[in-house]
């Protein structure tokens, strides 16, 4: 098993619904639009394991037409019993002294191998974050989001790489950052795993 972490800040769009953004939303097309092109050129399947971002990358994935050949199970799992029941996330990541938490590299790992085992996918990403306005504190601001992504090929064990970013702005617009994020993630592994094949 192979697990990067990095810690980043973003300042982006402070103040701005990124919601409206029509140059926003058509990122997420275009990003969308690669990565069912890489998954489908492959035969792969990818998941997905939201919390703050409430089901908005399986929206993105399924915008794209043919997507029922790349994707065909996403999670929303709001809830940290959910995170267990449906991902199986260990208990012990939310609860006693010293958890890390739901906001955390922890957490979004289990959510992206949970995936990827229950959908029986081979790359799988997770979203957990504080998108606000409330909920923020010193050491996770409003605005942290974890990310994390997970694949495995055949006969191998499952790689997972985890980032978190802070964003800047209104609830909708650090939704809306946080997609962008996953899907640049999303596609950067894939990419990188492609290459592998053609190495």
Not at 58 to 66: E, K, L, Q, W
Request: hydrophobic residues 40%.
């Amino acid at each position: 098993m192979t697990s990067r972490n990095s810690l980043l800040s973003s300042k982006q769009a402070a103040g701005i619904p990124c919601a409206v953004s029509a140059k926003m939303n058509q990122q997420h097309y275009q990003l969308s639009t690669q990565i069912g092109e890489i998954l489908h050129r492959h035969g792969w399947q990818v998941s997905t394991a939201e919390s703050c971002t409430g089901g908005w990358l399986a929206r993105c994935i399924t915008d794209i037409p043919g997507s029922s050949a790349w994707f065909e199970t996403g999670f929303v799992t709001y809830s940290n019993a959910a995170k267990h029941r449906l991902l199986g996330a260990s208990l012990e990541l939310f609860e006693g002294e010293g958890a890390p938490g739901a906001v955390s590299a922890q957490t979004v790992t289990a959510m992206a191998k949970g995936a990827l085992r229950e959908a029986n996918a081979h790359f799988a990403m997770a979203t957990s974050g504080i998108a606000g306005p409330d909920g923020g504190s010193a050491e996770k601001p409003v605005g942290t989001v974890w990310f994390g992504w997970a694949w495995q090929k055949p006969s191998l064990a499952i790689s997972s790489h985890t980032k978190c970013h802070v964003f800047e702005g209104d609830r909708e617009s650090v939704r809306c950052q946080s997609v962008t994020t996953a899907l640049e993630g999303l596609l950067a592994v894939l990419q990188e795993q492609e290459k592998t094949l053609n190495a």
